[in-house]
């Protein structure tokens, strides 16, 4: 899920949301991701937000989005 809200949208989750479709679109995995947008949850100072599971990401850039979901999806760079 990735935070929607004002804040988190305008320092960031604008560009990431486009690097996860991207990512998403890359490996093909439409149909195993439920990939959502959620509303402000008041934790705007630690934004951008975005959260795979049970694990939330706080201060997530255009750079760590990229680690972050490698890592999640297990996908080696080679
Ligand atoms: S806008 Fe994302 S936590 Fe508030």
Redesign the pocket.
């Known amino acids: 899920m990735i935070?929607l809200?004002?804040?988190?949208y305008s320092r960031g989750n604008a560009d990431n949301l486009t690097a996860i479709k991207s990512f998403i679109k890359l490996h093909n995995l439409d149909a195993a991701v439920d990939f959502r947008g959620h509303l402000?949850?008041?934790?705007?100072n630690r934004?951008p937000?975005i959260q795979l599971d049970d694990t939330i990401h706080e201060e997530v850039t255009q750079s760590s989005i990229h680690n972050i979901l490698d890592h999640y999806f297990n996908i080696d760079k080679q």
């Open positions: 935070c809200g004002s804040s988190c402000c949850n008041e934790t705007c934004g937000v």
